[in-house]
Protein backbone atom coordinates (compact mmCIF):
# COMPACT_ATOMS: atom_id res chain seq x y z
CA UNK A 1 0.00 0.00 0.00
CA UNK A 2 1.67 3.03 -0.93
CA UNK A 3 0.34 5.54 2.02
CA UNK A 4 0.69 9.01 0.30
CA UNK A 5 -0.99 7.73 -2.63
CA UNK A 6 -3.71 7.15 -0.26
CA UNK A 7 -7.41 9.79 -0.35
CA UNK A 8 -9.28 10.32 2.46
CA UNK A 9 -11.58 13.45 2.36
CA UNK A 10 -10.91 15.43 5.37
CA UNK A 11 -7.66 14.57 5.44
CA UNK A 12 -4.28 15.83 4.41
CA UNK A 13 -1.78 13.48 4.02
CA UNK A 14 2.03 13.99 3.32
CA UNK A 15 5.63 12.98 3.80
CA UNK A 16 7.48 14.59 6.92
CA UNK A 17 9.87 17.78 6.08
CA UNK A 18 12.47 15.28 8.02
CA UNK A 19 11.57 11.61 6.83
CA UNK A 20 10.38 9.99 4.01
CA UNK A 21 9.25 7.63 7.10
CA UNK A 22 7.35 9.70 8.95
CA UNK A 23 3.63 10.33 7.41
CA UNK A 24 2.04 13.55 8.37
CA UNK A 25 -1.86 13.24 8.48
CA UNK A 26 -3.73 16.76 8.72
CA UNK A 27 -7.04 16.68 9.80
CA UNK A 28 -9.48 19.13 8.03
CA UNK A 29 -12.08 21.13 10.20
CA UNK A 30 -14.91 19.12 8.26
CA UNK A 31 -13.71 16.14 9.91
CA UNK A 32 -13.30 18.08 13.43
CA UNK A 33 -16.54 19.71 13.37
CA UNK A 34 -18.41 16.19 13.00
CA UNK A 35 -16.31 15.03 15.87
CA UNK A 36 -17.49 17.11 18.50
CA UNK A 37 -21.44 15.55 18.91
CA UNK A 38 -19.63 12.05 19.03
CA UNK A 39 -17.04 13.07 21.44
CA UNK A 40 -19.47 15.17 23.76
CA UNK A 41 -21.40 12.15 24.10
CA UNK A 42 -18.66 10.82 26.79
CA UNK A 43 -16.56 12.54 28.81
CA UNK A 44 -12.84 11.76 29.97
CA UNK A 45 -14.54 10.07 33.11
CA UNK A 46 -16.56 7.57 31.18
CA UNK A 47 -13.64 6.90 28.65
CA UNK A 48 -11.61 5.43 32.17
CA UNK A 49 -14.10 3.45 33.50
CA UNK A 50 -15.91 1.79 30.48
CA UNK A 51 -13.55 0.33 27.85
CA UNK A 52 -15.84 -0.12 25.42
CA UNK A 53 -16.63 3.77 24.94
CA UNK A 54 -13.07 4.28 23.88
CA UNK A 55 -13.90 1.60 20.81
CA UNK A 56 -17.30 3.83 20.29
CA UNK A 57 -15.43 7.29 19.78
CA UNK A 58 -12.90 5.28 17.57
CA UNK A 59 -15.70 4.24 14.86
CA UNK A 60 -16.87 7.68 15.37
CA UNK A 61 -13.81 8.69 13.89
CA UNK A 62 -13.38 5.74 11.27
CA UNK A 63 -17.26 6.23 10.22
CA UNK A 64 -16.32 9.98 9.06
CA UNK A 65 -13.75 8.48 6.77
CA UNK A 66 -15.78 5.37 5.52
CA UNK A 67 -13.42 3.16 7.76
CA UNK A 68 -10.73 4.22 5.67
CA UNK A 69 -8.60 5.68 8.00
CA UNK A 70 -7.90 3.00 10.78
CA UNK A 71 -6.53 0.90 7.51
CA UNK A 72 -4.30 3.80 7.13
CA UNK A 73 -3.06 3.81 10.07
CA UNK A 74 -2.59 0.25 10.60
CA UNK A 75 -0.82 0.00 7.03
CA UNK A 76 1.75 2.62 8.47
CA UNK A 77 2.33 1.90 11.46
CA UNK A 78 3.10 -1.99 10.91
CA UNK A 79 5.25 -1.01 7.69
CA UNK A 80 8.59 -1.66 8.20
CA UNK A 81 9.72 1.61 5.75
CA UNK A 82 7.85 3.91 7.41
CA UNK A 83 6.20 2.69 11.00
CA UNK A 84 5.24 6.50 11.99
CA UNK A 85 2.63 8.81 11.74
CA UNK A 86 1.93 12.38 12.78
CA UNK A 87 -1.54 13.38 13.34
CA UNK A 88 -2.86 16.61 14.46
CA UNK A 89 -5.83 19.75 13.22
CA UNK A 90 -5.06 21.12 10.39
CA UNK A 91 -5.94 24.31 11.83
CA UNK A 92 -5.84 25.37 16.35
CA UNK A 93 -8.99 26.44 17.11
CA UNK A 94 -10.34 26.71 21.09
CA UNK A 95 -12.95 23.60 20.18
CA UNK A 96 -9.53 21.90 20.31
CA UNK A 97 -8.99 21.66 24.22
CA UNK A 98 -7.45 18.69 26.37
CA UNK A 99 -10.43 16.80 26.85
CA UNK A 100 -10.67 16.96 22.79
CA UNK A 101 -6.84 15.80 22.56
CA UNK A 102 -7.52 13.10 24.71
CA UNK A 103 -10.34 11.96 23.40
CA UNK A 104 -8.78 12.31 20.07
CA UNK A 105 -5.92 10.12 21.36
CA UNK A 106 -8.31 7.39 22.24
CA UNK A 107 -9.81 7.43 19.47
CA UNK A 108 -6.22 6.78 17.13
CA UNK A 109 -5.19 4.52 19.51
CA UNK A 110 -8.04 2.10 19.38
CA UNK A 111 -7.92 2.08 15.70
CA UNK A 112 -4.53 0.79 16.19
CA UNK A 113 -4.93 -1.54 18.81
CA UNK A 114 -5.54 -2.29 22.65
CA UNK A 115 -3.55 0.15 25.27
CA UNK A 116 -1.73 -0.96 27.78
CA UNK A 117 -2.75 -0.46 31.47
CA UNK A 118 -0.21 2.59 32.58
CA UNK A 119 1.01 1.67 36.05
CA UNK A 120 2.52 5.35 36.43
CA UNK A 121 -0.93 6.50 36.08
CA UNK A 122 -3.74 3.93 37.14
CA UNK A 123 -5.80 4.41 33.70
CA UNK A 124 -5.04 3.57 29.85
CA UNK A 125 -3.09 6.28 29.47
CA UNK A 126 -0.92 9.02 31.45
CA UNK A 127 -0.76 12.72 31.47
CA UNK A 128 1.86 14.62 32.73
CA UNK A 129 4.15 18.01 33.17
CA UNK A 130 7.69 18.67 32.04
CA UNK A 131 8.61 21.92 34.41
CA UNK A 132 11.24 23.64 35.24
CA UNK A 133 11.98 22.09 38.95
CA UNK A 134 11.67 18.44 39.07
CA UNK A 135 11.96 15.75 42.27
CA UNK A 136 10.99 12.79 40.04
CA UNK A 137 13.55 9.62 40.10
CA UNK A 138 13.91 9.25 35.93
CA UNK A 139 14.30 11.41 33.20
CA UNK A 140 11.00 11.77 31.95
CA UNK A 141 10.60 14.93 33.68
CA UNK A 142 13.63 16.11 33.89
CA UNK A 143 13.34 19.25 31.39
CA UNK A 144 16.94 20.04 30.93
CA UNK A 145 18.92 16.75 30.97
CA UNK A 146 18.94 15.08 27.48
CA UNK A 147 16.44 12.02 27.39
CA UNK A 148 18.73 9.31 25.09
CA UNK A 149 17.00 7.06 22.48
CA UNK A 150 14.72 4.37 23.91
CA UNK A 151 11.58 2.15 23.30
CA UNK A 152 8.95 1.85 25.64
CA UNK A 153 7.93 -0.93 27.68
CA UNK A 154 11.17 -2.00 28.82
CA UNK A 155 10.11 -3.16 32.05
CA UNK A 156 6.66 -4.45 32.08
CA UNK A 157 5.09 -7.77 31.34
CA UNK A 158 2.74 -7.09 28.34
CA UNK A 159 3.45 -6.45 24.97
CA UNK A 160 4.32 -2.83 23.95
CA UNK A 161 4.19 -2.61 19.63
CA UNK A 162 3.55 0.88 19.14
CA UNK A 163 3.26 4.25 21.61
CA UNK A 164 1.41 7.21 20.82
CA UNK A 165 2.42 10.49 22.29
CA UNK A 166 0.50 13.92 22.45
CA UNK A 167 1.97 17.12 23.12
CA UNK A 168 -1.38 19.01 24.92
CA UNK A 169 0.08 22.03 26.27
CA UNK A 170 3.17 24.02 25.83
CA UNK A 171 4.71 27.63 27.24
CA UNK A 172 7.60 29.20 27.75
CA UNK A 173 9.62 26.54 25.70
CA UNK A 174 12.52 26.22 23.79
CA UNK A 175 14.28 23.39 22.78
CA UNK A 176 13.18 19.99 23.77
CA UNK A 177 12.48 18.70 20.08
CA UNK A 178 11.78 15.28 19.71
CA UNK A 179 14.85 13.06 18.68
CA UNK A 180 13.91 10.20 16.36
CA UNK A 181 15.93 7.33 14.99
CA UNK A 182 14.45 4.29 12.42
CA UNK A 183 16.60 0.95 13.72
CA UNK A 184 17.21 0.81 9.48
CA UNK A 185 19.23 3.89 9.65
CA UNK A 186 21.33 3.36 12.49
CA UNK A 187 24.58 3.40 11.22
CA UNK A 188 26.07 1.10 14.13
CA UNK A 189 23.11 -1.37 13.58
CA UNK A 190 24.34 -4.55 12.24
CA UNK A 191 27.91 -3.88 14.37
CA UNK A 192 25.46 -4.02 17.60
CA UNK A 193 22.69 -6.42 16.12
CA UNK A 194 25.64 -9.39 15.42
CA UNK A 195 27.07 -8.64 19.03
CA UNK A 196 26.34 -12.06 21.15
CA UNK A 197 25.53 -10.26 24.08
CA UNK A 198 22.59 -8.31 22.77
CA UNK A 199 20.46 -11.46 22.39
CA UNK A 200 21.65 -12.56 26.04
CA UNK A 201 18.85 -11.93 28.78
CA UNK A 202 19.35 -8.71 30.81
CA UNK A 203 17.18 -7.91 33.75
CA UNK A 204 14.96 -4.54 33.78
CA UNK A 205 14.24 -3.00 36.66
CA UNK A 206 11.74 0.92 36.58
CA UNK A 207 12.10 3.01 39.52
CA UNK A 208 9.31 3.55 42.05
CA UNK A 209 7.21 6.53 40.19
CA UNK A 210 6.52 3.18 37.60
CA UNK A 211 4.60 1.38 40.63
CA UNK A 212 6.01 -1.55 39.08
CA UNK A 213 6.53 -4.17 42.14
CA UNK A 214 8.29 -6.83 39.49
CA UNK A 215 11.63 -6.71 37.69
CA UNK A 216 11.45 -8.65 33.84
CA UNK A 217 14.03 -10.60 31.58
CA UNK A 218 14.45 -9.67 28.19
CA UNK A 219 17.26 -9.31 25.31
CA UNK A 220 18.12 -5.99 23.86
CA UNK A 221 17.85 -7.31 20.35
CA UNK A 222 15.06 -9.98 18.42
CA UNK A 223 14.21 -10.85 15.40
CA UNK A 224 10.59 -10.01 13.83
CA UNK A 225 8.96 -12.85 11.80
CA UNK A 226 10.25 -11.88 8.62
CA UNK A 227 14.26 -12.18 10.39
CA UNK A 228 14.53 -8.66 10.66
CA UNK A 229 15.72 -7.24 14.03
CA UNK A 230 13.80 -5.58 16.68
CA UNK A 231 15.18 -3.59 19.78
CA UNK A 232 14.23 -2.79 23.12
CA UNK A 233 15.92 -0.47 25.27
CA UNK A 234 16.30 2.07 27.33
CA UNK A 235 19.29 3.61 28.76
CA UNK A 236 17.93 3.96 32.78
CA UNK A 237 16.72 0.42 33.38
CA UNK A 238 18.63 -2.60 32.49
CA UNK A 239 20.52 -3.98 35.33
CA UNK A 240 23.90 -5.61 33.92
CA UNK A 241 24.63 -9.10 35.68
CA UNK A 242 28.59 -8.46 34.43
CA UNK A 243 30.94 -6.91 32.84
CA UNK A 244 30.19 -7.88 29.34
CA UNK A 245 26.83 -6.51 29.94
CA UNK A 246 27.67 -3.53 31.11
CA UNK A 247 30.17 -2.76 29.01
CA UNK A 248 27.55 -3.81 26.11
CA UNK A 249 24.85 -1.03 27.16
CA UNK A 250 27.59 1.81 27.18
CA UNK A 251 28.39 0.64 23.53
CA UNK A 252 25.28 0.49 23.02
CA UNK A 253 24.13 3.52 24.49
CA UNK A 254 26.96 5.72 22.61
CA UNK A 255 26.68 4.00 19.40
CA UNK A 256 22.57 5.63 19.50
CA UNK A 257 23.40 9.13 20.89
CA UNK A 258 25.86 9.50 18.48
CA UNK A 259 23.96 8.57 15.57
CA UNK A 260 23.86 11.27 12.71
CA UNK A 261 20.66 9.69 11.46
CA UNK A 262 18.32 11.17 14.36
CA UNK A 263 15.79 12.79 12.90
CA UNK A 264 15.15 16.23 15.14
CA UNK A 265 11.35 17.32 15.12
CA UNK A 266 9.74 19.99 16.98
CA UNK A 267 5.86 18.87 17.36
CA UNK A 268 3.17 21.11 17.53
CA UNK A 269 0.56 21.49 20.37
CA UNK A 270 -2.56 19.23 19.30
CA UNK A 271 -0.05 16.98 17.58
CA UNK A 272 0.39 13.15 18.48
CA UNK A 273 3.00 10.97 16.98
CA UNK A 274 2.33 7.48 16.84
CA UNK A 275 5.36 5.25 16.39
CA UNK A 276 6.18 1.13 15.76
CA UNK A 277 7.90 0.76 19.09
CA UNK A 278 10.17 -2.36 17.73
CA UNK A 279 12.10 -0.37 15.21
CA UNK A 280 11.66 3.15 16.21
CA UNK A 281 13.43 4.70 18.95
CA UNK A 282 12.24 8.15 20.63
CA UNK A 283 14.32 10.63 23.59
CA UNK A 284 13.97 14.37 24.20
CA UNK A 285 16.70 16.84 23.41
CA UNK A 286 16.82 19.35 26.77
CA UNK A 287 15.18 22.42 27.31
CA UNK A 288 16.81 25.74 27.39
CA UNK A 289 16.05 27.21 31.17
CA UNK A 290 13.16 29.40 31.94
CA UNK A 291 11.60 29.21 35.34
CA UNK A 292 7.85 28.91 33.78
CA UNK A 293 8.57 26.09 31.42
CA UNK A 294 5.25 23.99 31.15
CA UNK A 295 4.83 20.68 29.11
CA UNK A 296 2.30 18.58 29.23
CA UNK A 297 2.57 15.71 27.12
CA UNK A 298 0.00 12.24 26.83
CA UNK A 299 1.08 8.90 26.44
CA UNK A 300 -0.58 5.61 25.23
CA UNK A 301 1.29 2.27 24.75
CA UNK A 302 -0.41 -0.71 23.60
CA UNK A 303 -0.35 -3.68 21.80
CA UNK A 304 -1.68 -4.50 18.16
CA UNK A 305 -5.10 -6.06 17.76
CA UNK A 306 -4.91 -9.36 15.98
CA UNK A 307 -6.23 -10.16 12.77
Known amino acids: MNQLKQKIK ?43 TRFTIAKSLDDLTSNELGKLLNSIVRDRKTGCFIISPKKTSSKIDDNFLVKL ?33 SYLRKAYTNMDLHTDGTYVKEKTDWLLMTKIEEKNAEGGESAMLHLDDWEH ?3 LFNDPVGKQNFTWGSPKSKNIEYK ?5 FSKDKEGRAQISYIDQFPEPKNMEQGIFLQKLSDALEESKNK ?32 RELLRIRGSFFIN
Open 216 to 220: VEHPV
Open 10 to 52: GFEISEHEKSKRIINLKIEDEILDKLIFPFNKFNVTALEYKPF
Open 189 to 191: YEE
Open 105 to 137: STAVAHLIGTPNHDSMAGKYYARFFVKDKDDSD
Open 263 to 294: VIIKIPIGSAVVANNYFWLHGRKPFKENKDLA
